[in-house]
């Protein structure tokens, strides 16, 4: 038998308290979990099945698969339908999440259960995940860490004539045997993506479907985001925004490269994106509102006259950064009509880009720890951009 | 502008019939999708919005990205609450798809369109989609062609003394230079997968959360299946299930290295593979049910005295086979309890494998296409146990 639990006990408690606190806030009695990223908030481990929480900080474990098993409050069963007769007796408001749950397994679940209208508990989870312990913050820390050696070795993975795909999959190479898992976790499912963005030149300018921060055409339209197949040339920039899942918790972390001579423009771009983080990070003391972010940066690239290449240019995306931890799509939310405040213990990755024309991508992306002493930077890589050869 | 529509017109003809005959078997007067999967079928392109059909085969588009597309019946929108202002009158039974579709997203659906009760799309899509067309069996074929390539590859890419994981990133290395678009698309989101499964020794024995064939303990607690780290040892195999997507349609193919001198019983077991293979081509003529032909596996496997080794030996897989094409889990099902009935037009991945303690597992996995002259395998390679070096 193997444990269930693969957090302390104290790590667990402090966990779950965040979660009973916001569930009280929400007036939730008990919480049905089936995320997986909740499943491994709470228990260090994704597992088939369901994690049960009540306001009082009980926790029981309900395992379809694997086998084997074991632990306080850990039961097997086959099928929700079973829950009833292993669960405590529930209370009148249950919540499940009901933001990721399809339609017919919250319907199938509330039959089983015999509730009413079950709660929402999709936002309970975000908001306890939104604030890490220091054990979240120490893997998310050691992700950086990993990829920024991942990061450096990039100049020399390039070799003349590369196209945009032959440079992203050895940089795809370097991170595995780093110890990149691979997966990325986002929430919801419209959005998919492979291991990374990388675009080089004019491909940058290439709208996507998905919410992501940059585009690209992609290399087929079952998949239309990132590289397309062309070849990396002199006056180009290549924007790199790989995966940085080492721990099960990420970092997200954007460098420019360059071949040969880049445009001034693009170079002033570039610049512009670092005084946006380090405004940023100076005006985001805790308390900040996360929608004054986004409007400082817009200003700021405004007041440089590059307003129009901010987010992208042909089409642009409606925020500059995002809180992530086990997803890369979480809490705070950097946008224009935002209601986050900024608090110590969340972290935020700011991606403040500018596409220029005929050049490419340019500005960088850090992950950062809100402290009450200001913003901690996670991924320390060179900012500059860096030649390729 | 760029066409929004990829498919010709008449092969969009063919699967547009494919859904409404569905739709008017099930009494749905129109549908809206939202999926990736079933915007890719009916438009060949991912994008963000929606697709729209009536039963008497009118079809639109309502987008939200990418920028600038076109065509007949195209619109653009920024929310779902703009649809009834964009669309034809709505009839009464209107579907959507509540297996993939999260709770909250139809209930602000239901809501927008002003509808009443939702009847279920997805099992119409599902259904409708399991008949291939002419073109779609091409684009499998195609990555079928392609994955052989990269499985002949696989010797060569091994090195004394590497590890299960070191193996799989040369093996993804060369999938990916080869053209594979990496993403594994699944219906429904709690299985979790990247790039695929390759398992050694007996690691094959590790259970896993989700509902593979194979499972492994996986890298981290985070994403627990396939390769663990462990190194590849003299009278190990090495089974290679590795993703197959190149065209925006998957094959699924299997295949078993091994290094040294292996068990008696393991070559024995990977034998009986074949064997039930070749049985169940023959078998599964048109009409058969496919829950018959996973009670004919399970028999082959009794006959043989592998019963207890078969699809899991710690944890045993409840299936055999199953569909595939844009996603990799689509109908029919081989399973016990299968409703589903074999029909020319489907692709079936067969997958009868075993788990041999100590020595790790055996068995091959291809990908047919099922005719009226019976089934014509997608997946060449050959199918023998293959030595290392």
């Known amino acids: 038998m193997n444990k269930l639990i693969l957090l302390s006990d104290s790590e667990q408690q402090l966990r779950v308290a965040r979660v009973t606190e916001c569930m009280r806030a929400e007036g939730v009695e008990a919480v049905l979990l089936a995320d997986n990223a909740s499943k491994y908030y709470i228990t260090g481990r994704v597992f088939s099945g369901y994690v049960y929480i009540t306001a009082d900080g009980y926790v029981a474990c309900a395992v379809q698969r694997p086998v084997e098993l074991d632990g306080p409050e850990v039961v097997y069963i086959h099928k929700p339908e079973e829950l009833p007769g292993v669960l405590p007796a529930l209370p009148a408001r249950v919540g499940l999440e009901l933001d990721t749950m399809s339609w017919s397994s919250v319907a199938r679940m509330v039959k089983a259960l015999g509730i009413e209208a079950p709660a929402n508990a999709s936002a309970i989870m975000r908001v306890a995940r939104s604030i890490k312990t220091q054990a979240e913050i120490d893997l998310i820390a050691a992700s950086g860490v990993r990829q920024e050696r991942v990061y450096r070795r990039i100049p020399h993975l390039y070799t003349e004539g590369m196209t ?86 990420m970092t997200d972390m954007t460098r420019v490269f360059s071949l040969g001579e880049i445009a001034p423009e693009a170079v002033k771009a570039h610049e512009c994106s670092r005084r946006i983080h380090r405004e940023l990070c100076a005006m985001g003391v805790p308390g900040c509102q996360a929608k004054d ?97």
């Open 164 to 249: 945009d795909i032959e440079l992203q999959v050895e940089i795809e190479r370097a991170s595995r045997l780093e110890g990149c898992l691979g997966q990325f976790r986002i929430s919801g499912d419209s959005m998919e993506l492979f291991m990374g963005n990388i675009i080089a030149g004019d491909n940058a300018d290439a709208p996507s479907p998905y919410d992501f921060a940059m585009g690209g055409a992609g290399m087929h339209p079952s998949l239309p985001v990132g590289a397309n197949g062309s070849e990396i040339k002199p006056g180009n920039t290549v924007m790199v925004d790989v995966n940085g899942n080492y721990t099960g918790y």
């Open 293 to 389: 972010l986004y409007e400082r940066a817009v200003a700021i690239a405004d007041e440089e006259g590059l307003k129009d290449y901010f987010m992208g240019h042909r089409q642009h995306a409606r925020f500059i950064g995002h809180g992530l931890g086990i997803e890369i799509n979480e809490l705070p939310v950097i946008a224009p009509r935002s209601r986050d405040i900024i608090t110590p213990g969340q972290v935020i990755a700011l991606e403040p880009k500018f596409v220029i024309p005929h050049v490419g991508a340019v500005g960088i992306e850090n992950t950062y720890h809100v402290t009450a002493d200001g913003w901690k930077c996670l991924t320390n890589s060179p900012e500059e951009i860096i030649a390729l050869r």
